[in-house]
């Protein structure tokens, strides 16, 4: 079965620190997207941060940023200068593409409840 | 541009009723994704419509249909809904090419008494 692991179900971190989240996954296919997403309270889903397996380089987004080990199918998210608006569940997740076309959809992690202390 | 909208954005039903909820998809987007949100099964993909057709289905009963109209609109339906149905039900819609990034909506909370 493919499968994402966040071996983290809760995260702390003060204001203004760095914190790093980590997700590994599963998936025997060699073509996919690898994506970052946080659910505040609210429970909109909100795209973080999105890598291209293909691509050796690692994603950034201003504060955000990946650490993408595709040999070791590790996926970390760093959180720099944490601000009180990072609070939320943060989910790792990755789509595989289909050599035919189109996409599978989604496969999500469990989730990593981000906690930032003021 | 307008974002992923979903109606209505609670629900309130019965065992062995039916439900039906609607997403309209970010303008110009054709396709459109649908996952269920459970505190024990986390987030599971249900089904994928383009331009009208299922293109991707997950592992879910066939209680759980959907259909997409002409203008991208969607609408998911469970028949003979069960106590474990109540979920929140995300839609996500997506531009032309798989490799487009899913945009989701605020979600349809689904409670079955």
């Known amino acids: 079965a493919q499968t994402v692991t966040q071996s983290q179900p809760e995260m702390s971190v003060q204001e203004a620190e760095t914190v790093t989240l980590s997700c590994t996954y599963d998936t025997s296919e060699s073509d996919y997207y690898l994506f970052w997403y946080k659910q505040p309270p609210s429970r909109q889903m909100i795209l973080v941060i999105r890598q291209e397996a293909y691509k050796q380089q690692n994603a950034t987004e201003n504060r955000f940023s990946v650490n993408f080990q595709k040999a070791a199918k590790s996926f970390s998210l760093k959180i720099s200068d944490s601000q009180l608006g990072d609070a939320a569940m943060y989910f790792c997740?990755?789509?595989?593409?289909?050599?035919?076309?189109?996409?599978?959809?989604?496969?999500f992690g469990k989730g990593t409840h981000l906690i930032i202390q003021p | 541009k307008a974002g992923v909208t979903q109606t209505p954005r609670y629900l309130i039903k019965t065992r062995g009723q039916q439900v039906t909820l609607s997403c309209s998809p970010i303008?110009?987007?054709?396709?459109v994704s649908w996952y269920q949100q459970t505190p024990g099964q986390g987030l599971q993909f249900l089904f994928e419509?383009?331009?009208?057709?299922?293109?991707n289905k997950g592992n879910f009963p066939g209680r759980f249909s959907g259909r997409q109209f002409s203008n991208s609109r969607s609408e998911m339906n469970v028949s003979t809904l069960e106590l474990g149905d109540s979920a929140l039900y995300l839609c996500?819609?997506?531009?032309?090419?798989?490799?487009?990034?899913?945009?989701f909506g605020p979600g349809t909370r689904l409670t079955v008494l």
């Open positions: 419509y383009f331009s009208e057709t299922q293109r």
């Open positions: 996500a819609s997506t531009g032309e090419a798989a490799t487009d990034t899913q945009y």
């Open positions: 303008s110009g987007h054709r396709s």
């Open positions: 997740a990755y789509r595989i593409l289909f050599s035919g076309g189109g996409a599978d959809g989604l496969t």
